[in-house]
């Protein structure tokens, strides 16, 4: 195993952790997508690229957008929610 | 269930997994020594009889092309299910247009955010097509090709300007992407069936290896799903931002 891939192997195992410790979601969107980035420099050294390729879009702009458009969503129920009861 | 509680069970379920985690672990073939038979085979042949230089290309389009299909269908059905889903449901309206609905309301991006986002559109789309007609040669291919490509529009939206996004991807031209991507690879593989004699069996000439328009339908699968899979995620993402920036409740 070469010195390369024994940090991207810490890289993850540290960002995955940092994943899990964010409390915040909002935060936790954005170490999720610095997570995903370690993973294909993972794949990468591993010699994966087709994956690694993939992943970039899809773990680093794809999922964190959704993740975030439907805690925008979440938000506005609650606040709608709050508005009604103060009408009634 | 108590703190006391949670910690024993997970103290239990800890333990346990972490032998078993260990035993397995302690079976693998040593790090580098793939032991696999399938693998070798594909580096020895690969090349000369399907005449592609990236195999992971030639097992997805052409030697194990048939699963592609089913791959290809269940990120089609899944987008279908968020479509159904996500649907303006009775008692929701879209809101009021407003004057500042262009500028989405997500925050005000700024100039530089914006600057930097339309720069990079035209190179997102430039690696997108370059990754997809590679397929057979270079890492890539269809479905990576795909997702970068979909990352262009997306790119619109960061630059906080989500209705251009619908201007430069409207929403009927990528569900026509999206379906006539998944269906140009099964019709691939029905010409394969009527030119050929065997589903997604190769019909078309091999070319010269290295060459752009090398390895037979290769090519056109990977255009197929490529076509596809960036019309898929544009539509996911678009209804996403429809339900987060446009639908709204009863209360509205």
């Known amino acids: ?88 | 269930m108590s703190r006391t509680a949670r910690l024993l069970l997970f103290g239990v379920g800890g333990i346990g997994f972490g032998v078993v985690l260990v035993y397995g672990l302690s079976g693998l073939p040593a790090f580098g020594h793939y032991e696999g038979v399938y693998g070798n085979v594909i580096d020895g042949v690969g090349v000369t009889l399907r005449h592609g230089t990236d195999l992971v290309t030639a097992l997805n389009f052409d030697i194990r092309g048939f699963d592609t299909l089913g791959e290809e269908f269940i990120l089609f059905a899944s987008v279908l299910g968020v479509v159904l889903i996500l649907r303006q449901m009775r008692g929701e309206r879209e809101r009021p247009a407003r004057q500042e609905a262009d500028e989405h309301t997500l925050a005000g991006a700024s100039e530089a955010l914006r600057a930097l986002s339309l720069a990079m559109i035209p190179a997102i789309l430039a690696i997108g097509v370059y990754i997809v007609v590679h397929g057979q040669l270079t890492p890539g291919g269809g479905f990576q090709g795909g997702v970068i490509l979909a990352a262009g529009p997306l790119a619109v939206f960061l630059a906080g300007r989500y209705l251009r996004m619908k201007i430069v991807a409207p929403q009927t031209l990528i569900e026509i992407g999206d379906a006539a991507g998944a269906m140009g690879y099964a019709l691939i593989g029905v010409a394969g069936l009527a030119l050929a004699g065997a589903f997604l069996k190769d019909f078309l000439p091999l070319g010269a290896v290295g060459h752009l328009l090398s390895g037979g339908q290769m090519d056109l699968a990977s255009a197929a799903v490529g076509l596809e899979v960036s019309g898929a995620f544009l539509v996911a993402f678009s209804e996403f931002l429809d339900q987060a920036l446009v639908v709204s409740g009863e209360q509205g």
């Not at chain 1, 420099?41 to 458009?69: K, R």
């Open chain 1, 1 to 88: 195993m070469t010195l390369l891939q024994i940090a991207a192997l810490a890289s993850v195992a540290i960002a995955g952790g940092a994943v899990v410790a964010a409390s915040d979601p909002l935060r936790q969107t954005l170490v999720l997508s610095v997570y995903g980035m370690a993973l294909v420099m993972l794949f990468f050294v591993f010699q994966a690229p087709d994956v690694a390729l993939s992943e970039i879009v899809v773990s680093t702009v794809g999922l964190p957008v959704m993740i975030l458009l439907a805690l925008r969503k979440v938000q506005e129920h609650e606040r709608e929610r709050e508005n009604g009861e103060d009408e009634s």
